[in-house]
């Protein structure tokens, strides 16, 4: 046997090996993971400085709700065909999280994971009112393991909150975040929701994200009395 067809099979072994080792391993499907992590990444450094919506130079500073949406409509038709393309796994989420809708807070960064492992309910503040509750009592009912209860850093809903006059133009919503662990308390008294967790089916979690790293820390302990939560 030649020297080249020897190199040649022993790269095949090579590959088929690292195939196996990806697709039937632990420690494979991990690697797969994070580099897929790294990938999602590439595609945000390479999104992330184009500054103008449409990517028109003169729509930097200044574009028209109009043209917002036209490119809105453009990117998602080709969003959606190249997902007609390449399906996704539909996955049952184990995962429901309250989010601010901050659009600084992403939540394929916040759990590092593309999969569709979460149910996200994002509201201003990270509010509650019962509707929310119900929200994620039927998303417990569906399976969902583990509720997270988010705040986070330079939230302009808890600023409105704290402030007499933007108090007075937004009183619904500064209302709702001063009532938002009382809402957390009463959706642990829900007879579903506390019966699961004292059945070990479900934990309940309660964390602050910072903002610029969305990394999730404990509650804040004097914004929060359910510090028992984190
Ligand atoms: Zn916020």
């Not at 028109?56 to 500073?61: L, T, W, Y």
């Not at 796994?89 to 916040?110: E, G, K, S, Y």
């Not at 402030?163 to 938002?180: G, K």
């Not at 009463?186 to 506390?194: G, H, M, S, V």
Request: hydrophobic letters at 40%; glycine letters at 6%.
């Amino acid at each position: 046997m030649s020297k080249r067809r020897k190199l040649l099979g022993v790269g095949v072994v090579a590959v088929v090996l690292v195939l196996v080792w990806l697709l039937y391993t632990d420690s494979g499907r991990r690697a797969r993971f994070v580099l897929g992590g790294g990938l999602v990444n590439a595609g945000y450094m390479l999104q992330d400085p184009l500054e103008s919506y449409d990517f028109q130079e003169e729509h930097r500073h200044h574009i028209s709700p109009d043209d917002v949406w036209n490119e809105m409509q453009q990117q998602n038709s080709l969003a959606a065909a190249i997902r007609g393309w390449l399906p996704r796994t539909v996955r049952h989420p184990l995962v429901a999280l309250v989010v601010c809708m901050d659009a600084r807070i992403d939540i394929n960064d916040l759990t590092g994971d593309t999969r569709r492992y979460y149910y996200v309910i994002r509201t201003a503040g990270s509010v509650l009112s019962e509707r929310e509750e119900e929200m994620l009592e039927l998303a417990v009912d569906n399976g969902v393991e583990l509720v997270v209860f988010t705040t986070h850093s330079d939230c302009a809903a808890e600023k409105a909150a704290a402030s007499p006059e933007t108090r007075q133009r937004y009183p619904a919503l500064a209302q709702a975040v001063d009532e938002r662990d009382e809402r957390i308390h009463e959706f642990l008294a829900r007879p579903t929701i506390a019966s699961n967790i004292a059945a070990g089916k479900l934990t309940v979690k309660l964390v602050n994200i910072d903002t610029m790293t969305e990394r999730m820390l404990p509650p804040i302990p004097e914004a929060s009395d359910l510090g028992a939560l984190h």
